[in-house]
């Protein structure tokens, strides 16, 4: 028994020299890395790479490694395809749980555009085009004249031989006092205006706006100072609305009550809805400007933004009843989004960019003020519906650059 009890403790006092000359050993870094690497594997929680470290078969050993390389591959591209994913669309755009009430939003802006744009008691157009196709000489009056009224008509004259000019300094207003003198009244031709089941007078519910398609009537537009900045030009008393605290990013005020500008309707439905009926005298009829199709042009737009007639529109012709039914759709962001740059959101809020012409920034209005920049920058002038500051040239119907 003794004995036994010896040659144990001689067993044990060897393992430990042994160790303790391990432990003075040096190794180099490439031993101590493999060494760790595979102590690594032995003691790892994932599944198969203990498999590297333990004495298994060179088969078995690279069949896991083939199968850990395989799957971290995976995960790698995954990962870098969330990445790329967030990069390129950071917002996420989901729908709400509940609707939105109809009185929380604004009801939209109706531009009204008639198709004559001058009676022919005032100025007879087709008169004057007849003349310039038969290589006629106008007197100056009529010549000027002709070159107001064709910047709102806007037809294919390329065959008349006409000096490309341009309107001189100062004349913007001379356009706009012409093309108001010689359109058919407004109100003359409109009446039993009706908005949400009450008749009211159609001069109090629309205000002349200058458009790309002349001079137009806007129904629940803001007002200019509201739109444009101070330093842009405007013509008499045009595009004039009731003052207003409502704003893109907050919408009403709490302390708003029903009766509020811009107006909204308190429910759906064909009774809360914009009514009117649009004549037009036979002999006012003008069939050289513009488009063959006599009658009217309308938008509908966002309250706080310029209306483009020319571009979005749909047609009231003559002898016809025209039903426009309207499906808004409110897009609202977090708060949180304004910690992303534009450029990773692809979008500004209305207060972020500063426009030159306008006080808040809309995707149209930043097209319009781009055009308006452009066409200045290369021509020297703009087009009559664009905005601009005091003295600022206008283009001429047929002047190219």
Same mark, same amino acid.
């Given at each position: 028994?003794?004995?036994?009890?010896? @040659?144990?403790?001689?067993?044990?006092?060897?393992?430990?020299?042994?160790? #303790?000359?391990?432990?003075?050993? +040096?190794?180099?870094?490439?031993?101590?890395?493999?060494?760790?690497?595979?102590?690594?594997?032995?003691?790892?929680?994932?599944?198969?790479?203990?498999?590297?470290?333990?004495?298994?078969?060179?088969?078995?050993?690279?069949?896991?490694?083939? !199968?850990?390389?395989?799957?971290?591959?995976?995960?790698?591209?995954? $990962?870098?395809?969330?990445?790329?994913?967030?990069?390129?669309?950071?917002?996420?755009?989901?729908?709400?749980?509940?609707?939105?009430?109809?009185?929380?939003?604004?009801?939209?802006? $109706?531009?009204?555009?008639?198709?004559?744009?001058?009676?022919?008691?005032?100025?007879?157009?087709?008169?004057?085009?007849?003349?310039?196709?038969?290589?006629?000489?106008?007197?100056?009056?009529?010549?000027?004249?002709?070159?107001?009224?064709?910047?709102?008509?806007?037809?294919?004259?390329?065959?008349?031989?006409?000096?490309?000019? #341009?309107?001189?300094?100062?004349?913007?207003?001379?356009?706009?006092?012409?093309?108001?003198?010689?359109? /058919?009244?407004?109100?003359?031709? *409109?009446?039993?205006?009706?908005?949400?089941?009450?008749?009211?007078?159609?001069?109090?519910?629309?205000?002349?706006?200058?458009?790309?398609?002349?001079?137009?009537?806007?129904?629940? *537009?803001?007002?200019?100072?509201?739109?444009?900045? /101070?330093? $842009?030009?405007?013509?008499?008393?045009? +595009?004039?609305?009731?003052?207003?605290?409502? !704003?893109?990013?907050?919408?009403?005020? @709490?302390?708003?009550?029903?009766?509020?500008? /811009? #107006?909204?309707?308190?429910?759906?439905?064909?009774?809360?809805?914009?009514?009117?009926?649009?004549?037009?005298?036979?002999?006012?009829?003008?069939?050289?400007?513009?488009?063959?199709?006599?009658?009217?042009?309308?938008?509908?737009?966002?309250?706080?933004?310029? /209306?483009?007639?020319?571009?979005?529109?749909?047609?009231?012709?003559?002898?016809?009843? $025209?039903?426009?039914?309207?499906?808004?759709?409110?897009?609202?962001?977090?708060?949180?989004?304004?910690?992303?740059?534009?450029?990773? #959101?692809?979008?500004?809020?209305?207060?972020?960019?500063?426009?030159? =012409?306008?006080?808040? =920034?809309?995707?149209?209005?930043?097209?319009?003020?781009?055009?308006?920049? +452009?066409?200045?920058?290369?021509?020297?002038?703009?087009?009559?519906?664009?905005?601009?500051?005091?003295?600022?040239?206008?283009?001429?119907?047929?002047?190219?650059?």
């Amino acid at each position: 028994m003794e004995r036994k009890m010896n @040659l144990g403790k001689l067993d044990f006092d060897i393992d430990e020299e042994e160790r #303790r000359q391990k432990e003075q050993k +040096h190794y180099t870094w490439v031993e101590n890395c493999k060494y760790y690497i595979l102590e690594y594997c032995r003691e790892g929680s994932l599944h198969g790479l203990k498999y590297l470290g333990q004495k298994r078969t060179f088969a078995e050993k690279i069949w896991w490694a083939i !199968s850990m390389i395989v799957s971290l591959y995976i995960c790698t591209k995954l $990962v870098l395809n969330a990445y790329q994913k967030w990069q390129n669309t950071p917002v996420i755009v989901s729908f709400a749980t509940k609707d939105t009430p109809n009185w929380m939003i604004p009801f939209p802006a $109706v531009t009204i555009c008639p198709e004559i744009k001058a009676v022919p008691s005032k100025y007879n157009y087709t008169h004057f085009l007849g003349l310039k196709m038969k290589g006629e000489t106008l007197s100056p009056i009529d010549e000027e004249r002709f070159g107001y009224l064709s910047l709102a008509c806007r037809r294919n004259t390329k065959h008349i031989d006409f000096a490309q000019v #341009r309107l001189n300094s100062g004349q913007k207003e001379d356009i706009y006092s012409f093309l108001d003198w010689v359109q /058919p009244d407004f109100f003359s031709t *409109i009446s039993h205006c009706q908005y949400m089941g009450y008749e009211e007078n159609c001069t109090d519910l629309f205000t002349p706006i200058i458009t790309d398609e002349g001079i137009c009537y806007s129904f629940n *537009i803001l007002d200019r100072s509201q739109i444009f900045k /101070p330093t $842009v030009e405007h013509y008499k008393d045009f +595009h004039r609305a009731k003052p207003s605290n409502w !704003s893109i990013e907050n919408g009403y005020s @709490l302390d708003d009550t029903a009766i509020t500008y /811009p #107006r909204r309707a308190l429910y759906a439905g064909a009774i809360f809805s914009l009514e009117g009926v649009l004549t037009v005298k036979d002999e006012d009829l003008d069939y050289s400007c513009g488009s063959s199709i006599q009658g009217f042009k309308v938008e509908i737009s966002h309250p706080g933004r310029l /209306p483009r007639v020319r571009q979005q529109h749909f047609r009231i012709p003559l002898d016809q009843v $025209v039903v426009a039914a309207i499906n808004p759709s409110i897009t609202t962001t977090a708060n949180a989004i304004k910690r992303y740059p534009p450029k990773k #959101r692809n979008c500004y809020f209305p207060n972020e960019k500063q426009l030159r =012409y306008f006080v808040n =920034y809309t995707q149209m209005d930043c097209q319009i003020e781009c055009k308006t920049n +452009h066409t200045l920058k290369r021509c020297g002038c703009v087009d009559f519906y664009m905005p601009s500051e005091h003295l600022c040239v206008v283009c001429s119907w047929i002047f190219s650059c």
